[in-house]
DNA sequence: GTACTTTAT
DNA sequence: GGATAAAGTAC
């Protein structure tokens, strides 16, 4: 042991953990600050094709690829042996695999509603037909919620009536990172199973020291599944070690994973491999290693060897432009040899910030926190013209569909019934470069297939006023800045929702985008029917006193605006007058005798969670910069827009009915 | 706010 | 490469 160890140290040379409570008790919020946090990154196999596997209910074995024109976007495995990549065309994939299954993607086709369809002629069919991702997205969404059922079983599974009182409010954030892809912060699941299996870690009013290193796990506590991946072990560790608390956690992770991969596999039938890690860029990493089907766990004593290995322009914001840089600046693509430079020499070629964020991240830290959101931000539909496009009547046509598809996702996505609409409708135009308009879609409209086709048709106007117009390779319609509804019906979920959820609901035009909650997808109807029975089950203890002046100006940093609130607010009428009451000396609240001890220990909560939070802002005051880099880009100067003042009608233009 | 860039699947 | 999506910068 070290000269560091505190002078009380027990003489009876017990094996400490490297870790302390304070780490520990940090999983409970998912904060960004303990190297005991536990995120995964699921990767679904070859989504496309796996999506038309299941749909067309080909065998496994059987090779298979998604086409698109004359592309192939998606290979399943059993077409890679043949030497089947994308990137080939159809005609080289029979080629080399004359049995290969190759499925368009479905189409919407001009002068055929908004809807798509699987076509015969589709791949022939470039100049009327458009792409249709939308049978993806659906699958998506059904992934989506398989495994937040799958988060939400075990939450609950873990969670007897103390560690209710602990934890309540906490579960799994789920972030969408892509139409195939999720994370999860596991920490605050982990954190339940902990308590559960080792009581003595629960949190206790005597513990005095939170910065004492723990006792040792049981050493047999880990089990690693026959299934799991492991990375090898930095060169200094051994397996045969004891392990500790980090170990357990990664091992927990494993299982959780497991499990959600398994109900995907047994609802759905989608395979998937995942990454676990200690943060978000390692699990991605990680679940990249082993495919398909296959999970990849990267525990924290395998870090340095795991990351080594890599180019790091494989770490996530490194594979373009500033990548590039990076390379050519060190004269090295690989991590190992970029370790070598300090931080100074970083700076002496990097700006401050980016040169302390790739200092950190090659060493495998990774602050960036998994928001819990599964919403799409925006929505674009676009078409590329080859050859291209001449005249404002053949756009037109195109936008029609533009507008039909991504109003058929607005439906989707619950405009009808007021829960979300965008603010703002892009139109994207290349000719050599492209060139974009928006508009605000008029807040006073009630959106439909319609008032999307006439403010595109406005946009158009405005893009070809703008400079020239023609010949068009690219065309693109986007909607954005979703503002949640405040309809009737939303109003009244609005006043029931606690916490960070109410805020989700009513301030969405916060500077930060208060974003959506991990239940988002659940529908309006269940989620009230839920959250007003939880409501009434567990009467939450009085307005939290620790938590005054909290709000607004005092969330300056990620671990307080992002912790999930599980602070509840007094029910409007309480619950009963006549019971025996309780005084709390701390809050001065009244509230029943019989909670009185589900309130002692949220206020003990509460006061570790303080604690955390200070810490939490040292730390990353002492840490300055955990964000990724910021965009090096320069302006590409001299495309200026026409000198024209914008916002007025073009000569001879008809304003639209409802501006 | 609007237009544009970068990065990613 | 085509169709998406997200986040960030410049003005």
């Known amino acids: 042991m070290s000269s560091a160890d505190p002078p009380n140290a027990s003489p009876d040379a017990v ?238 992770a494993a299982d959780i994973v497991r499990s959600v ?82 931080l100074d020499q970083l700076r002496a070629k990097l700006d401050d910030h980016t040169a302390t964020w790739l200092y950190g991240v090659i060493r495998g830290e990774d602050r960036s926190e998994v928001s819990p959101r599964t919403q799409m931000k925006s929505m674009l539909s676009a078409k590329s013209f080859r050859p291209s496009i001449n005249s404002a009547g053949q756009a037109e046509k195109w936008l029609r569909i533009f507008a039909a598809d991504i109003y058929g996702r607005l439906v989707e996505d619950g405009v009808l019934e007021n829960r979300r609409r965008p603010r703002v409708i892009t139109l994207h135009h290349r000719v050599v470069q492209s060139r974009s308009r928006q508009i605000p879609i008029p807040g006073s409209n009630t959106i439909d297939e319609n008032l999307l086709f006439e403010l595109a048709k406005t946009l158009l106007r405005q893009v070809i006023a703008d400079g020239q117009a023609w010949p068009c390779a690219n065309l693109s319609l986007s909607v954005g800045s979703f503002e949640d509804g405040v309809g009737k019906n939303r109003a009244i979920e609005g006043f029931l929702l606690r916490g960070d959820r109410a805020k989700s609901v009513t301030q969405s035009t916060s500077v930060r985008e208060a974003d959506s909650t991990a239940n988002d997808h659940i529908p309006p109807e269940k989620k009230r029917k839920v959250d007003i029975k939880r409501f009434f089950a567990h009467p939450p203890p009085p307005g939290d006193p620790t938590s005054i002046g909290h709000d607004s100006a005092q969330h300056t940093d990620q671990e307080v605006s992002n912790a999930p609130s599980d602070e509840p607010e007094a029910p409007a009428l309480a619950p009963a007058d006549v019971l025996p009451q309780y005084n709390c000396d701390r809050c001065s609240k009244s509230i029943p005798e019989y909670e009185k001890e589900e309130h002692d220990d949220w206020h003990f909560a509460k006061d570790l969670e303080t604690q955390d939070r200070q810490e939490a802002r040292n730390a990353q005051q002492q840490n300055q910069q955990q964000t990724p880099p910021a965009n090096t880009s320069r302006r590409s100067g001299s495309r200026g827009r026409g000198g024209r003042s914008r916002g007025k009608p073009e000569k001879g233009q008809m304003r639209l009915a409802f501006e």
């Open 261 to 342: 991969r398994m109900a995907v596999w047994e609802k759905l039938h989608y395979t998937c491999s995942a990454g676990i890690a200690r943060n978000k860029m390692l699990s991605k990493l990680g679940s990249a290693c082993n495919k398909p089907d296959k999970q990849t766990v990267v525990r924290n004593r395998a870090i340095q060897i795991f990351l080594g290995g890599y180019k790091f322009t494989q770490i996530r914001m490194l594979g373009g432009k500033l990548g590039d840089q990076i390379t050519a600046d060190f004269g090295t693509e690989k991590v190992s040899d970029l370790l070598k430079f300090s």
């Open 15 to 252: 094996k400490r953990s490297r870790y302390t409570l304070r780490q520990l008790h940090l999983l409970r919020q998912g904060s960004t600050a303990t190297p005991l946090r536990a995120i995964a990154h699921i990767d679904l196999d070859a989504f496309y094709a796996q999506c038309e596997m299941v749909r067309l209910g080909i065998p496994r074995d059987t090779p298979l690829a998604v086409r698109q024109w004359d592309s192939l976007i998606a290979v399943n495995y059993a077409a890679r042996p043949f030497g089947i990549t994308r990137m080939l065309n159809a005609v080289d994939a029979r080629k080399a695999c004359p049995n290969i299954v190759l499925q368009h993607v479905a189409t919407f086709r001009e002068g055929e509603g908004g809807r798509w369809a699987y076509r015969d002629d589709s791949f022939r069919s470039i100049k009327t037909d458009k792409v249709s991702l939308d049978p993806y997205r659906a699958e998506s969404r059904k992934i989506l919620k398989t495994m937040k059922e799958e988060l939400d079983r075990w939450t609950t599974e873990y969670t007897d009536d103390e560690i209710h009182s602990l934890t309540q409010g906490i579960s799994a954030g789920l972030e969408k990172a892509s139409i195939d892809e999720v994370f999860i912060d596991l920490s605050p699941l982990i954190y339940r199973v902990l308590l559960q299996r080792y009581p003595e870690i629960r949190p206790n009013p005597h513990d005095e020291d939170r910065d004492a290193e723990l006792p040792q796990p049981p050493t047999t506590a880990v089990q690693w599944d026959s299934e799991d991946c492991l990375i090898g072990l930095d060169r200094e560790e051994r397996e045969e070690d004891d392990p500790d608390w980090d170990d357990i956690v990664m091992q927990i």
